[in-house]
């Protein structure tokens, strides 16, 4: 039988929470999905890396969802400048996400007003035409969210699954999202 003695367990209590401590922040880091390793085909989530902090284009609303739509600077560019119009097209690099949540009344206002509640989804475009030329240089993923689970999951298994939906704007270089006056 080993016979610790209480000054010899007193001395390694320290050591024994370094481990279990590292065990639990590493369990952590294992259990924590990285969206930006999901990929749809050639389109990867990680081409959106940042997109939290892309200029607002639009929001809108479903009976069920409000949604924001969001533009890196390229595409932002483009908005500034007419796009999408009659037979102009977008430049390469440009990229859009749309945020999707279920919708609830905030209590705290002294008006009527849906607020963001529960995410439900974000879903991304991207233009590259050498990437993806069968859809005229456009890429299309949803990335339906988990609460449950805090996890992302593709919808699909490639990146045209929106380009039967966005032939109908074909002449605003699919694109359906116009950029109102501010």
């Known amino acids: 039988m080993l016979r ?66 969001l533009a890196n600077d390229v595409m932002m560019k483009a908005y500034r400048q007419g796009l999408p119009a009659d037979g102009k097209f977008f430049p390469e690099g440009s990229k859009i996400v749309k945020i999707e949540w279920s919708f609830k009344k905030n209590t705290v206002s002294p008006y009527f007003v849906q607020i963001p509640d529960t995410l439900k989804a974000v879903d991304v475009i991207e233009k590259d035409t050498k990437r993806f030329p069968d859809t005229h240089g456009w890429a299309y993923g949803d990335f339906n969210y988990d609460a449950a689970s805090d996890t992302f999951t593709p919808q699909g298994t490639d990146s045209n699954c929106g380009y039967a939906c966005h032939t109908t704007v074909a002449a605003k270089d699919y694109i359906f999202t116009q950029y109102p006056k501010r």
């Open 4 to 69: 610790i003695s209480k000054a010899g367990a007193l001395k390694n209590i320290p050591a024994i929470v370094i481990v279990l401590s590292l065990a639990v922040v590493g369990g952590m880091a294992l259990a924590a999905q990285d969206r930006y390793t999901l990929k749809l085909g050639k389109l990867s989530f990680s081409d959106f890396k940042g997109y939290e902090d892309w200029k607002n284009v639009a929001v809108s609303q479903t009976e069920t969802q409000l949604k924001v739509i």
